[in-house]
């Protein structure tokens, strides 16, 4: 007999999700979340935009969202600009206790699991269990298909010792001092004496270095006249950013087992966000409703796909901004494109953009050097490059 009818591999945002949306809609599925660590989710924070998802996907993820701001800030040397669009967050510990609460008679946290197969997997203990399926969700996967840069950073929940007088999210302050890359701060309101500040970076190379970072927001805190009072939790990840790559070849790899979130490569690619797109997964297999292996690795990795086809603008604007001019001065790609109306903004967080904004976007005169940036547009292979 089967240990489950699904077994998730990864206990992370987008196979907690889909298990919540599963939970809802197909109660009779016997669930089991496999994760390694000892809570779901980890420790990290997922933000999207008002116009990201559809209402109706909203209400069902709106028990999960710790924060909602009506709009949020963006700052470049050249410009500052509030835009009016809602930007919301989640946080992993609201995240872990929600799940537990509806799943955890399907949860077994402290597990680690060395081999996955569409039917089966392999823990550290030696057992095998097995499902009707398996689904893979642990992140993103090495690979040679696909091309990437990075953004990486580093997060730290602070209280102050007096009130930050911050009414929004600042989402990308580029007006700090450049380095290793397109660099920019983030910042959340989340109570009166209470910030996240991440240092951010639009980098070649994955190496995060801590200690640097640190001293960044340490910085950026006495700059804006923000007295530390402590620091009551820290985060920090690497993000992909797709350059090119042969999503076909990506796929096969997976060797018939379904995945999800960057294993999948569903994120936006340019911003990184992968919450939007786990809530469309999820609700995009419910209303499929086939949970076979089969019918499953096939469904998901034509959606995965489509979506690739669909995005090849944006992996053209990443080659633009990591491949013409000068690394110090890739804010200024990001600085015109925020002088931009507010509803494309608006579009190209949710990965809608219409034939008009693409063109709006790339027309007048170019930040950057146009050799660069001819350049930059006809590199669409840089993965084959890689391979070699």
């Known amino acids: 007999m089967a240990d489950a009818d699904l077994i998730l591999v990864g206990g992370g945002l987008a196979n907690g999700l889909l298990a919540l949306r599963l939970r809802q809609a197909r109660p009779d599925l016997r669930l089991l979340i496999i994760e390694q660590g000892a809570t779901l989710g980890g420790n990290h924070t997922w933000s999207f935009h008002e116009h990201d998802l559809a209402c109706a996907q ?3 993820l709106e028990p999960l969202v710790g924060h909602r701001w009506p709009g ?56 095998v269990l097995r499902a009707g399926a398996v689904i893979d969700g642990r992140g993103v996967r090495q690979t040679d298909q696909l091309a ?7 997060g730290q929940e602070l209280r102050l010792h007096e009130p930050h007088g911050l009414l929004e999210p600042i989402i990308m302050d580029a007006s700090v001092a450049q380095q290793d890359g397109y660099r920019f701060v983030y910042v959340l309101p989340l109570s009166t004496d209470t910030l996240l500040i991440e240092d951010t970076y639009y980098a070649d190379g994955d190496a995060v270095a801590p200690g640097t970072l640190r001293d960044n927001i340490r910085r ?56 939007p797109d786990a809530v469309r997964l999820a609700d995009h297999l419910v209303a499929l409703d086939r949970w076979d292996v089969d019918s499953l690795f096939a469904a998901i990795r034509d959606y995965s796909m489509l979506q690739w086809r669909q995005r090849g603008f944006f992996r053209l604007l990443n080659r ?41 976007i790339v027309s007048g005169k170019p930040p950057v050097p146009v050799r660069e940036a001819l350049r930059a547009l006809a590199a669409g292979n840089l993965h084959h490059k890689e391979k070699r």
């Open 220 to 275: 950026y805190a006495e700059a804006r006249d923000w007295r530390i009072a402590e620091t009551l939790r820290e985060e920090q990840g690497v993000l992909p950013i797709v350059l090119s790559g042969d999503l076909q070849a990506f796929w096969e790899e997976a060797r018939g087992v379904p995945q999800t979130g960057l294993s999948a490569a569903l994120f936006h690619p340019t911003t990184g966000y992968s919450l």
């Open 320 to 360: 633009m901004l990591f491949m013409a001019g000068p690394a110090d001065r890739r804010w200024a790609v990001m600085q015109r494109f925020y002088g931009l109306r507010e509803s494309l903004i608006q579009r190209f967080y949710a990965a809608h953009l219409t034939t008009w904004d693409r063109l709006r």
């Open 72 to 127: 949020y800030e963006v700052i470049f040397p050249g410009l500052q600009r509030r835009l009016g669009s809602g930007y919301a967050s989640l946080f992993s510990d609201r995240f872990h206790q929600l799940l537990m609460s509806e799943l955890a008679d399907g949860v077994r946290l402290n597990t680690v699991v060395t081999r996955v197969e569409p039917r089966q997997v392999r823990l550290g203990s030696g057992r």
């Open 148 to 154: 990437l840069g990075f953004q990486k950073f580093l």
């Open 58 to 60: 909203q209400a069902w």
